[in-house]
């Protein structure tokens, strides 16, 4: 029997695995990318949730599914009251999403324990993999939805009450729909032993550095706001500019304005907006409301603060010269998370060990890991992405970066699971 520090992942069964289910909401590009639009609580979501939780089935695991639509696998270890080592990510997609984004995590979990239970190694600690219900954010608001409701940081009851940015769907009605309503209460009984994640940089750091693992020391702070705003439409060519009221040039401030604040500011400061819908989006009618959502993150929450203070004053100047009305809403606010430093030892001192390069490096994306480290020790494994790109259908990673990640969760996690001897 292999000895467990020797034990190696099938990283062509783990890439078959990423293909079938990059098969499922498949998006082909005009050069041939492949990609995936499984956006949450979506019929795609649901047949991409089917085939996963059948491959956990087929591999022996316990399903269970709790009340906003996590679903967690589980196999025994060697002793029934210790809490299970937990790998797992999430498994839908932005509308451009690719192949890795969130479902190396899960289906590179699944490959660990496939791994574990075909070389005969007991362990004394459960094994988990999860995937988590709304990881993305895009279509309902805010992301990491279902591990937050899993660690207790949001009630259940507002959660399935929120509705869909782009058709109003109420999310407890969706997750009925594709039958995913699951028993289990919200939050979980009972912390993880231990959280690790492994997921795709979905930056251009690891590849710029021709290093092949990161060992994530943290996730940077998160700040979503949604804005109306409301002006008075009117005909493109009867209305004199001295009358005008147009929320079209409001949003056009905002948009260079926050570029402006994050060139400024340098550092991890970045500025995004996504999402400009203009009513009633029509060449020959000045606006009568545009609606548009701006993304703020900084590793530092003090300078995280100064940007939104910045981008308040900025929006209200804007408003103000142009006599437009402006509603808000946040859509997402999370500090910045530092994860365990002896998981980050583990997952650096592991890469070397099996002879990979790695450095530290805190996430720029928000990932389920960042809700995990609030009720459990937890770190991620990150691995390059091809020209730093994703949320983009061209997203990619190398078959043996892929490889190279998984064996590291694969030792990672057989260290946290405690071989039993003689195993
Ligand atoms: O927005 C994010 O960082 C993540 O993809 N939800
Ligand atoms: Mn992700
Ligand atoms: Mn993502």
Do not use: K
């Not at 990283?11 to 078959?16: K, Q």
């Not at 451009?96 to 791994?115: H, K």
């Not at 995990?372 to 937890?378: D, F, S, Y």
């Not at 992405?385 to 990640?405: K, Q, R, W």
């Amino acid at each position: 029997m292999t000895a467990p520090q020797e034990l190696r992942v099938d990283g062509a069964r783990l890439w078959r695995r990423l293909e079938a289910l990059g098969e499922v909401g498949a998006v082909h590009g005009p050069n041939g990318e492949r990609g995936n639009a499984r956006l949450a609580l979506s019929d795609a979501d649901r047949q991409g949730r089917d085939l996963v939780v059948g491959w956990m089935r087929d591999i022996g695991g316990h399903v269970s599914i709790d009340a906003v639509g996590n679903v967690v696998a589980v196999w025994p270890g060697t002793d029934p009251s210790a809490a299970p080592v937990m790998m797992g990510s999430h498994i839908d997609t932005v509308r451009t999403g690719g192949w890795f984004d969130g479902n190396l995590g899960v289906l590179g979990g699944l490959e660990v324990v496939e791994t574990v239970l075909g070389s005969g190694t007991r362990l004394r600690h459960p094994l988990a993999v999860a995937f988590f219900t709304n990881e993305e954010g895009a279509r309902f608001q805010p992301d990491m939805l279902g591990s937050l409701v899993y660690v207790g940081g949001m009630a259940l009851e507002e959660a399935l009450d929120v509705q869909a940015a782009d058709d109003e769907a109420r999310l407890g009605d969706e997750l009925q729909r594709i039958g995913y309503a699951g028993p289990l209460p919200c939050p979980a009984a009972g912390a993880p032993r231990a959280f690790v994640e492994l997921h795709i940089e979905q930056g251009p750091v690891l590849e710029d550095e021709s290093v092949t693992i990161g060992a994530v020391t943290g996730v940077q702070g998160i700040s979503w706001t949604e804005l109306t705003l409301t002006g008075q439409s009117a005909h493109a060519g009867t209305t004199p500019m001295r009358l005008r009221r147009d929320p079209g040039v409001v949003a056009a401030a905002v948009v260079s304005g926050v570029r402006a604040i994050a060139t400024e500011m340098g550092g991890s400061q970045v500025a995004t907006v996504g999402r400009l819908e203009f009513h009633p989006n029509l060449v020959n009618v000045v606006p009568a409301s545009v609606t548009l959502t701006v993304d703020l993150r900084n590793t530092d929450e003090e300078l995280l603060r100064q940007a939104e203070a910045r981008f308040q004053q900025l929006l209200s100047d804007a408003a103000a010269a142009e006599g437009v009305d402006v509603r808000q809403r946040t859509l997402a606010r999370f500090e910045p998370v530092e994860f365990d430093p002896e998981m980050i030892q583990l997952v650096d001192d592991t890469a070397r060990r099996l002879g990979h390069s790695v450095m530290r490096m805190p996430s720029g994306a928000g990932h389920d890991a960042q809700m995990m480290a609030r009720v459990c020790p937890t770190s991620m494994v990150f691995v390059p992405s091809v020209n730093g790109l994703s949320h983009n259908i061209a997203e990619y990673t190398h078959p043996a970066d892929i490889e190279a990640g998984a064996n590291v969760l694969l030792q990672v996690v057989l260290t946290l699971a405690a071989v039993e001897s003689g195993a």
